[in-house]
């Protein structure tokens, strides 16, 4: 199914709200700077993020979060 076809979007709205409110809550991992889109389910998570570990954190909260059918990290670590 193409991204963002009709009946999708207000499902992959709730998805984003519900990673967006993980992230956020976790404060052991800096998610300022990560960017999440959902698409049919399909989760990808782009932007930079202070180590490998926190980028692995953040998948998981993802990946937690119900109708979530895939997770794609796009996200660096930033340079020291």
């Not at 709200?17 to 698409?39: G, H, N, Y």
């Not at 990946?63 to 059918?69: A, E, N, R, T, Y």
């Amino acid at each position: 199914a193409p991204p963002g076809r009709k009946g999708d979007t207000a499902a992959d709205l709730e998805i984003a709200v519900k990673i967006r409110a993980e992230l956020v809550a976790d404060i052991s991992i800096s998610a300022t700077q990560v960017e999440t889109e959902v698409f049919s389910g399909h989760v990808f998570l782009l932007g930079m993020v202070r180590s490998q570990k926190d980028a692995d954190k953040a998948r998981a909260h993802a990946k937690s979060v119900s109708g979530v059918k895939s997770v794609t990290i796009l996200l660096m670590p930033h340079s020291k």
